[in-house]
T-cell receptor, first 119, second 115 residues
Framework: AQKITQTQPGMFVQEKEAVTLDCTYD???????LFWYKQPSSGEMIFLIY??????QNATEGRYSLNFQKARKSANLVISASQLGDSAMYFC????????????????FGQGTTLQVKP | GAVVSQHPSWVICKSGTSVKIECRSL??????MFWYRQFPKQSLMLMAT?????????EQGVEKDKFLINHASLTLSTLTVTSAHPEDSSFYIC???????????FGAGTRLSVL
């Protein structure tokens, strides 16, 4: 069964506007971590933001915020004030176990969303 | 954040030869590293978990003898693609966890083309 689902293969956003990238997950483990990564065309994977399952507040990192709705099992990424440099593929990922170490640290990735920012 | 170095970034080899890819954690120790494979416009697929001082843990369907992993020190893991064939052509990328939340930081990746 798909554990991480990103239903938007591609998204467009106008420069300076906000955009929401969807991510839903499925796990029976009460302790887990959720991650968002950005992958530009160069291929590197850039860590953006992390949300732990017990975190009371939604995570924020600069222009990135994570809209964490635990009951709905969703962890959408919100990018505010989009910039041309935000054009990239974005991956949502989950780690089962809150502070996974060793073999439990592996990430399960969604299929990704390609974001294009229009000038 | 932490820095993970991966080398080479791009390699072309002939069918039947072996290719070694290095993944280094810079300024931190990593007892565990992860190796992923990615096809164009697809997601990352975990191949194996590299454990310092012990055998790697391979995901189901990954050939252990084909993809040899060695984690000989706390800062270096290597992936060797043995007897490479054109179907092994792909993007390989490693990661290492760092910090109290064990955030995985990735290397820049290696594009392998087997002729």
């Amino acid at each position: 069964a798909q554990k991480i689902t990103q239903t938007q293969p591609g998204m467009f956003v106008q420069e300076k506007e906000a955009v929401t990238l969807d991510c839903t997950y499925d796990t029976s483990d009460p302790s887990y971590g959720l991650f968002w990564y950005k992958q530009p065309s160069s291929g590197e994977m850039i860590f953006l933001i992390y949300q732990g399952s017990y975190d009371q507040q939604n995570a924020t990192e600069g222009r990135y915020s994570l809209n964490f709705q635990k009951a709905r099992k969703s962890a959408n990424l919100v990018i505010s004030a989009s910039q041309l440099g935000d054009s990239a593929m974005y991956f949502c990922a989950m780690r089962e176990g809150l502070h996974g170490s060793g073999n439990t640290g592996k990430l399960i990735f969604g299929q990704g969303t390609t974001l294009q920012v229009k000038p | 954040g932490a820095v993970v170095s991966q080398h080479p970034s791009w390699v072309i080899c002939k069918s039947g030869t072996s290719v070694k890819i290095e993944c280094r954690s810079l300024d931190f120790q990593a007892t565990t590293m992860f190796w992923y494979r990615q096809f164009p416009k697809q997601s990352l697929m975990l191949m194996a978990t590299s454990n310092e001082g012990s055998k790697a843990t391979y995901e189901q369907g990954v050939e252990k003898d084909k993809f040899l992993i060695n984690h000989a020190s706390l800062t270096l893991s290597t992936l060797t693609v043995t007897s490479a064939h054109p179907e092994d052509s792909s993007f390989y990328i490693c990661s290492a966890p760092w910090g109290t939340k064990n955030i995985q930081y990735f290397g820049a990746g290696t594009r392998l083309s087997v002729l």
